[in-house]
C-alpha cells in the first residue's frame, strides 16, 4: 500500500483524492495539505476516506510514513516544492509544467541526481484511452514508418484575460499538451519549430501579448513531419484529435460526444459534439495516470514519464513562442538548457 | 450493336432513352413510342440520338430491326404488351411490376416458353453500387452462413391518394422492392410472410383501403429469418439500408447523402440526410440496369434477372397484403400460380 | 445515508457492491449474504468497506438498520426472498426475473400491496448513457410520433448448454431485456407479439429445446410497431442497437467500441469492433442503476421502475416463446395474470 | 450551341472529350487535334460524335466556326497555344499549370488584355461535389469567420522518377492543387509559405533533387492560417480531405469509398478505402468543369476561374520551393510578376 500525500486540494487536487480514494487499490492519501484548507474542504476529504487535512504542507514532507507527493499546487510553487519533496526522499508526481523557468526545472533535475526516486509530470492526455490506442497501434507497427502527424486542440472557450495573462502565452499553457503528444507518438524529440499565429477570437488577448489561434510545424527526430493547431474558441466543445500517417497506413482518433445517438431529421443526421472540457473528456485518463504512477512506485518499475519528459515540452513552448514572435523557424539547439 | 425500341415516354421511359443515349456504347434507339408522344418529346428525344418517334407501339413490335422492347407504359399494359413483344420475337425488359394479377403474369410465363429471349423485369436496386456491394460480400463468403437479413426502405413522402388507390397497396407497390432484394441478398425463396401494419401518416390511405407503416417478418428457404420494413414519410429523406447478419460477420450499408460533409457546431456534428427520392438516389443504378440488359443480349448471357424474379415478389406482396388483413402468418404455397 | 444489505455475492452481487463502494455518496453497504461467503470474498468486500458478512441472508431482512435489499441470489430464489424482504420492510431492488413463473410474481405483487416500499428490477440498459439518450430524445419531442422501433441485441457467443436448458429459453433469458427495451423506448404495452426463429448456430441449443436466432414483432398498444432480433453468436462483439422513427425524424444509437480509433490501411478504414460483453459495455449502466435506486430512497421518489415493470417483460417472453412453438401471433390478452 | 475544338488527345483529351459528348448540353466538339492523332483515336473520337479529327491543331485556330480551345497538350506547351488561341479570338480552357515560368503566364496574360474572352485553368478540384459543398458552407455562413484552414492530399503511390525529374517537384506538380483549394475555400490570398519536407517514401525522390512528403503552413490574406500537406505514398488510396474551422463552427469533407458498405467481423468494423485515384475520385467533377465552361460562354457569364487563379498557384508553388530548399518563410512579395 502506497501512503501518499497531496500538496494542494483546488480543481485537480480534488480530482487526483477522488480517484485514488475510489479507483486505486493500492494507494491511501494519508493527508491532504493546502494553505486554504477549510472545513468544507477537510470534512469532503474525510468523507472520501483521507486521514488527514492540513494548512501546511512540510507536514507531508516531514511524515516518514509518506511515500509520495502530488504536487497540485499553483505553478509558480511546482519546481521549489518539487526540489523539498525529493530532498525528503519522496516519490513525486508534479501537475505541469513543472515551471516557465528552464533554470528552475534544472534544479528539480539536479535534484532528483543519484536518487532513485519516480518523477512524473502530469501530461493527462497520455492516458486518455482513446489518444493511448493511437500510440499503441504505432508501436504495434500497424502504420509502418512514421511520416506525418497531425494533432488539434481546440478550447471550446477562451480562459479570462487574467489567467491568460499569466499562463506564459498559448505555447506554454495550452500547446504544451499537444508538445508532449507528439513526443509521446513519435518516441522522437523535436528538432525545429515554426509558428504561425494570429488574433482572431478575442482582441484583449492579443492586448494581453497573446495569441489565440497558432499552427505549429515541427521537424522531428526521426524524420517525420509534424504539425499542430490550436484555438482558444471551438463552438462545437472541445476538439481533441490525432492522426499519424506511415508508410503502412494511418491511425486517427475522434473527438468523444456526450453519448453516441444519431438523430436523423429534416436538418440532417447529427451526432453529439465532442464533451465540453478537459474534466469530462479525460476524467478516466486522470484516475489511469495516477494508477500508474502508484503501480510504478509499488512494483519499482520505471515510471511512464520521467523528468527529462516534463522538461521537453517546456523546451519546445519557448521555441514556439520565440518562432511566433519573431517569424523565424527556431532549432530546438537554440534553447539552452 | 442492339437495336431498342422503347414503349412509353414518361419519367421513367426518359430516364432510360438518357442513360441509353449517353451512357451504353452497344445500344442505339431506333424508335419511342407513347400513346401521347407530343412535338416537344419528340424534339427531345431526337436530340437525344433517337432515330424515330410514334404514337404506335406496333410500329416498334413490327419492325425486324429491333431486337429489344423496353416497356415502360403504365402497369396495366404491362403484361399484354410484353405477350405481344416476346410473340414478336424481341427481347423484353418490362418495368415493375409485371402484373398484380397472377394470371396475366402466367401468361407472360407461357408466351417465353420454348423461346431464346431474354425477360427482365427492372428491379433497378439490385444494381445499385452499394446493395450490390452487400451481396458481393455474401457471395465472397465474407458474413459465412446468412441468418438474419433487416431491409428498410422509407419514403421521404407518400404518393397522393389518387396514386394509392390505384397502386395496387404498399406490399405490391413499394415493398415489392424490398421482396426482391431479399430473393437478391439471400438467393432464397421465401416460404412464410407474417405483416404488422398500421396507418400512423395519414388516416385517408386508411380510408383508401391501404396502410403507410408496416413490419413484415420472412422464413426463408434456406433458414435465414428476415424482416422487412416501410413507411410512407420519413421527413429525413429517402432511407434505404440493408443489413446482413451471419456466422462470420455483418455487411451492412448506408445511405447516400446529397455530398460527404460534416459540419460542427453548437448544435452538434451533423452530415447530410439522404438524397430525397428515388431518380437521385438511384440514377446510376438505372444506368447500371439497361446496360446489363443490353449486355446480356449482345453477348447472349443469360439475363441477371428473369420472369421468374419478375413473378416471385408479385405472389410475396399478395402474400403480405393476405397476413396483414387477416392478421396471420401466411405461407407462400398458399398463393397459387 | 441509506443502508444497504446485498443478498448474493457472485458476480453481479460483486458488481454491485464496487458500484455502492466506490460511487454511491449516500448508501453504505452494512451486510453482505452468501451462502457460499468464504474467507477470501469477506475479506475482498471488507477492503471494500463493506461492515460485515454472513451465509445467512436473515441476518440482513432481520436487520432493523437495514433499509434497502438487493436481491443477487440465483434467479429461482428472487421471488420468495422478495416477499420475505417485503415482509420485513425493506425497499427491495431484485436482479431480473423476478421468476419464470407468473404465479410467484403474483405472490411478490401482493406482498408489496398497501405497503410505502420501492421494488426495483434489474433491468440494468435502461441505465445505459446511450440507450437512456435514446428514450430522452422520444420523451423530448425529436422524432414526434413513434411509428417503428427496431432493437438488435446479439450476444458474442451463446452460453453452455448447461446454462441454456436452464434459462427458460432465449426470449425468458436474453431477449427479456429487449422486451423491457421496447416498453422502455416506447412507454407503452405490447399488444401481440409473432415471433420466427430457427437454430443456426448450434444444434445443441436446439436438441435442448430452444432457438438460437429469433425475431419478434411487436404491435404497440400507442400503434407503434416494433421489431426485435437476437442472436446467439456475433462474431465482431457485444451489438446492442436501437432505432426509434416517428413522423419528426429517427434516433438510433450505435455500439462502443474498446476505443474510437480509426486505422486506415490497404484493407480498408477500420474501427474497433464491439466491446465484448455486458460486464464491459454496461458496467457504467449497472453503477447508475443502483445510484438511481439508492437515490430513490433517499429523496422518497417514485422509482424508475416498479414490479409491474418486472413483471411485463416476463409475460411478453412467456408470449413469443408460445407464438415460437405454435407458429402464431399471439395477442398479450392470452397470457393470463 | 457552343463549338468547340480539343488540342491534345491523351488521357485528359480523352476525357473531356467523353464529358462534353456525353454530358454537355450545349457544347458540341468539331474537332480534336493531336500530332500522334491514330486510325484508332480518330475511330473512337467519331463514335463519340466528333466531326473531325486532324494531327495539325491549327486547324482549329483557324476554323472561325471554332468558339472554344480546350488546351490538353503537354505541359511546355501551355502558354505558347494559350497565346496563339486567344490571339485567334478563341475562348481557352487550359490544363494545369499554364506554365511553370512566370514570364511565359506573363505572355497569356498580355495577351487576354482588352479581349473579351473566358481564360479557364483546370483546377478540376473546385468542381468536386464534396470539396465545392465545403466552400457553399463557408460562403453561406456556417463557420463564421475563416480561423483554420486544413488540406491533406496524398496520392496512392509515387510517379516514376521519370514523371518526378520533369515534373517541376511536388509543390508544383501535386500540392499546387491545394494551393488554388486553399484560395478557392478561403477567397483570399496566401501572403506567406514556410516548407518542412522530407523524402521518406523513395530516396531516389531525393536523388532527382525533390521531396515526396511536406507540410506547409500559409498566412492568409484574411488573416486565417492554413496547413496542406502532401505525401506520394498513400497505401490505403488516394487521400483528399478539407477541414475548414471559424468563429461558428468546422467543416469537413471525407474520402470518397468505391462503396459504402460496412463489414462487421473478428477484425472490427471496416468500411472500403477511398477510391485509388484522380479519375476515379474525380470523374464527376471534370465533367462538371467542363460544363461550366461551356455554360459561362453561352450565356457570356465570368468564368468561376480566370488567368489570375491559374497565375497565382504557380507563384505559392515557386514559394513553397524555395522554402523547401532554403529552410526559411517566404512571402509572397518575393515572387515577382
Same mark, same amino acid.
Request: net charge negative; glycine share 8%; proline share 4%.
Given at each position: 500500500?502506497?501512503? %501518499?500525500? &497531496? &500538496?494542494?486540494?483546488?480543481?485537480?487536487?480534488?480530482?487526483?483524492?477522488?480517484? &485514488?480514494?475510489?479507483?486505486?487499490?493500492?494507494? %491511501?492519501?494519508?493527508?491532504?495539505?493546502?494553505?486554504?484548507?477549510? !472545513?468544507?474542504?477537510?470534512? +469532503?476529504?474525510?468523507?472520501?476516506?483521507? /486521514?488527514?487535512?492540513?494548512?501546511?504542507?512540510?507536514?507531508?514532507?516531514?511524515?516518514?510514513?509518506?511515500?509520495?507527493?502530488?504536487?497540485?499546487?499553483?505553478?509558480?510553487?511546482?519546481?521549489?516544492?518539487?526540489?523539498?519533496?525529493?530532498?525528503?526522499?519522496?516519490?513525486?508526481?508534479?501537475?505541469?509544467?513543472?515551471?516557465?523557468?528552464?533554470?528552475?526545472?534544472?534544479? %528539480?533535475?539536479?535534484?532528483?541526481?543519484?536518487?532513485?526516486?519516480?518523477?512524473?509530470?502530469? =501530461?493527462?492526455? #497520455?492516458? @486518455?484511452?482513446?489518444?493511448?490506442?493511437? #500510440?499503441?497501434?504505432? $508501436?504495434?507497427?500497424?502504420?509502418?514508418?512514421?511520416? *506525418?502527424?497531425?494533432?488539434?486542440?481546440?478550447?471550446?472557450?477562451?480562459?479570462?484575460? !487574467?489567467?491568460?495573462?499569466?499562463?506564459?502565452?498559448?505555447?506554454? @499553457?495550452?500547446?504544451?499538451?499537444? =508538445?508532449?503528444?507528439?513526443?509521446? *507518438?513519435?518516441?522522437?524529440?523535436?528538432?525545429?519549430?515554426?509558428?504561425?499565429?494570429? $488574433?482572431?477570437?478575442?482582441?484583449?488577448?492579443?492586448?494581453?501579448?497573446?495569441?489565440?489561434?497558432?499552427?505549429?510545424?515541427?521537424?522531428?527526430?526521426?524524420?517525420?513531419?509534424? %504539425?499542430?493547431?490550436?484555438?482558444? #474558441?471551438?463552438?462545437?466543445?472541445?476538439?481533441? #484529435?490525432?492522426?499519424?500517417?506511415?508508410?503502412?497506413?494511418?491511425? /486517427?482518433?475522434?473527438? $468523444?460526444?456526450?453519448?453516441?445517438?444519431?438523430?436523423?431529421?429534416?436538418?440532417?443526421?447529427?451526432?453529439?459534439?465532442?464533451?465540453?472540457?478537459?474534466?469530462?473528456?479525460?476524467?478516466?485518463?486522470?484516475?489511469?495516470?495516477?494508477?500508474?504512477?502508484?503501480?510504478?512506485?509499488?512494483?519499482?518499475?520505471?515510471?511512464?514519464?520521467? $523528468? +527529462?519528459?516534463?522538461?521537453?515540452?517546456?523546451?519546445?513552448?519557448?521555441?514556439?513562442?520565440?518562432?511566433?514572435?519573431?517569424?523565424?523557424?527556431?532549432?530546438?539547439?537554440? &534553447?539552452?538548457?
Amino acid at each position: 500500500m502506497v501512503k %501518499v500525500g &497531496i &500538496i494542494g486540494a483546488g480543481r485537480i487536487g480534488k480530482l487526483h483524492i477522488t480517484s &485514488i480514494c475510489t479507483r486505486v487499490r493500492n494507494g %491511501v492519501i494519508k493527508t491532504v495539505a493546502d494553505p486554504f484548507m477549510n !472545513e468544507e474542504t477537510a470534512a +469532503w476529504a474525510e468523507s472520501m476516506g483521507v /486521514q488527514h487535512t492540513t494548512t501546511d504542507y512540510k507536514e507531508i514532507l516531514n511524515d516518514p510514513e509518506i511515500d509520495a507527493v502530488l504536487i497540485c499546487s499553483s505553478t509558480d510553487t511546482h519546481s521549489s516544492i518539487s526540489v523539498e519533496a525529493i530532498n525528503a526522499g519522496k516519490h513525486v508526481f508534479c501537475e505541469k509544467p513543472i515551471d516557465h523557468d528552464l533554470a528552475k526545472i534544472k534544479e %528539480v533535475v539536479k535534484a532528483l541526481e543519484g536518487k532513485d526516486l519516480k518523477y512524473m509530470v502530469g =501530461f493527462n492526455r #497520455r492516458f @486518455d484511452t482513446h489518444h493511448a490506442a493511437v #500510440r499503441q497501434a504505432i $508501436v504495434d507497427g500497424k502504420i509502418g514508418n512514421m511520416e *506525418l502527424v497531425k494533432i488539434s486542440s481546440r478550447d471550446p472557450e477562451p480562459p479570462s484575460i !487574467e489567467y491568460v495573462k499569466g499562463s506564459g502565452g498559448i505555447f506554454m @499553457d495550452m500547446m504544451i499538451h499537444d =508538445f508532449d503528444m507528439v513526443r509521446f *507518438l513519435t518516441g522522437a524529440d523535436v528538432e525545429e519549430v515554426y509558428t504561425i499565429s494570429n $488574433v482572431l477570437v478575442d482582441p484583449a488577448i492579443g492586448e494581453a501579448g497573446d495569441v489565440d489561434t497558432a499552427i505549429v510545424s515541427l521537424k522531428m527526430s526521426n524524420g517525420a513531419l509534424a %504539425v499542430i493547431d490550436n484555438s482558444r #474558441r471551438s463552438v462545437y466543445g472541445y476538439d481533441q #484529435r490525432l492522426e499519424v500517417f506511415g508508410s503502412k497506413g494511418m491511425v /486517427q482518433d475522434q473527438n $468523444v460526444g456526450a453519448n453516441n445517438t444519431i438523430i436523423s431529421n429534416e436538418n440532417g443526421v447529427t451526432t453529439e459534439k465532442p464533451v465540453n472540457f478537459f474534466l469530462e473528456r479525460y476524467l478516466d485518463a486522470y484516475a489511469k495516470e495516477i494508477t500508474s504512477f502508484i503501480d510504478c512506485i509499488e512494483n519499482n518499475t520505471p515510471a511512464p514519464m520521467d $523528468v +527529462w519528459d516534463g522538461l521537453k515540452p517546456v523546451m519546445i513552448a519557448q521555441a514556439a513562442t520565440i518562432s511566433s514572435k519573431e517569424g523565424r523557424p527556431v532549432k530546438m539547439s537554440e &534553447i539552452k538548457f
